[in-house]
């Protein structure tokens, strides 16, 4: 499959290319080319990330206290969610995966996944910018960040708050 596919899907063109290299070559590959790695870029992703989705949940749900729009934000950018998302994109055909990796048959492991597509959104913010990148995740977790008010607690945190009112 050819990275065109890719950006299609995701909506942003790079224009440096070395850049998106980068972002998909894990650090498998990287020790064994002796070229960068995505860690630097999933570093700067995970944290840009959560501060679209926290600045989104707190403009959308004023009238939610802190605890709730933590939960809410957890769930939004946890390794699974960011790996299904990953998975929609088909970005596990695109990662550069180092002998061992491939051997092992990771292309598909969530953490690889989430740490990819991380990778992705910190290359996006490099070479465009904050507003650009807001866009792209915005854009990206539409149907989540909409629907994050309908999420229901998990079932223990709902019993130990009521036990707690009570």
């Known amino acids: 499959m050819e ?16 850049l998106l ?7 498998s590959y990287a020790q064994e ?8 870029l ?3 992703g995970d944290s840009i990330l959560g501060a679209v989705v926290a600045d989104f949940l707190f403009r959308h ?4 206290p802190e605890g709730r729009l933590a939960q809410m934000k957890a769930a939004l950018v946890s390794t699974e969610q960011l790996a299904e998302k990953a998975r929609g994109l088909d970005l596990g055909e695109f990662v550069e995966l180092g002998r061992g990796q491939l051997h ?8 690889l996944l989430a740490d990819t597509l991380e990778a992705l959104i910190g290359a996006v913010y490099l070479e465009a910018g904050f507003a650009r990148v807001q ?3 915005l854009e990206l977790f539409e149907a989540e ?8 607690k998990d079932f223990k945190s709902s019993l130990q708050e009521e036990a707690q009112r009570l």
């Open 61 to 64: 749900y004023s009238e939610l």
């Open 145 to 152: 960040l909409r629907a994050a008010g309908e999420w229901r």
């Open 3 to 18: 990275r065109a596919h890719l950006l299609h899907r995701l909506g942003y063109q790079f224009q440096d290319l070395s």
């Open 42 to 44: 999933e570093f700067l």
């Open 21 to 27: 290299g980068q972002a998909l070559r894990h650090e």
């Open 33 to 40: 080319s002796e070229e960068a790695s995505q860690e630097r």
């Open 104 to 111: 092992e048959g990771n292309r598909q492991r969530s953490n």
């Open 135 to 137: 866009q792209l995740i």
